[in-house]
């Protein structure tokens, strides 16, 4: 059984929301779960597969606790590791950043030799830009969530992804 660890960082509690509820419904096998605002490199070493959770902040900035856990984070070997991201934002306030900090996140997976999952349809998301998307793919790098015009759709969302997550991690 593969081992997994979670990452997550939430300024108002959406992104902790959608962690606890990814937990719940995770059946699997345990998760470990580590909030950026204390993770240190070495608790993430020993994991074969890693969720990360974050919100988008200011314009396309990472949310503030993943914001000061970067510059360590840049130095992650990510070689042999499987990755599974998920955003949180807002398509219609900030539709040019919308869920930028996944894109950030995965740019430095993909540079430091991990592998990543879970990608999900852009369709069904109204905005103009995003990092997050993969050139020319209609995809995102995560499952991408927007608590603040779309909650709704949350529920749906996290399960139609953590289905394909255990497919794809089989
Ligand atoms: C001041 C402010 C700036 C924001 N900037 C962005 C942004 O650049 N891109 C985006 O997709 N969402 C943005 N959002 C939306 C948040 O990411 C969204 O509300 C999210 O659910 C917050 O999750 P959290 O409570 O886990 O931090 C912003 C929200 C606020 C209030």
New binding site residues.
């Given amino acids: 059984m593969k081992t997994i660890g979670l990452i997550y960082?939430?300024?108002?509690?959406?992104?902790?929301e959608v962690t606890n509820a990814i937990i719940e419904k995770w059946t699997l096998c345990d998760i470990d779960v580590f909030e950026a605002s204390h993770v240190k490199n070495s608790d993430i070493e020993g994991f074969d597969v890693l969720f990360l959770g974050l919100?988008?902040?200011?314009?396309?900035?990472l949310?503030s606790d993943w914001d000061n856990y970067y510059r360590k984070f840049e130095n992650v070997d990510f070689t042999n590791k499987t990755i599974a991201l998920y955003?949180?934002?807002?398509?219609y306030?900030?539709g040019e950043?919308?869920?930028?900090g996944v894109g950030i996140l995965a740019e430095i997976v993909i540079k430091n030799g991990g592998e990543i999952v879970g990608k999900w349809p852009t369709e069904g998301y109204d905005y103009e830009i995003s990092k997050a998307e993969i050139d020319g793919e209609n995809l995102f790098y995560g499952l991408a969530?927007?608590?603040?015009n779309q909650p709704e759709l949350t529920e749906e969302r996290i399960d139609t992804w953590l289905g394909m997550l255990e497919n794809q991690l089989n």
Avoid: H
């Fill in positions: 960082g939430s300024d108002t509690g959406m992104t902790e919100s988008t902040w200011y314009d396309g900035d949310q955003g949180l934002g807002d398509q306030g900030y950043y919308f869920i930028d969530i927007d608590e603040d």
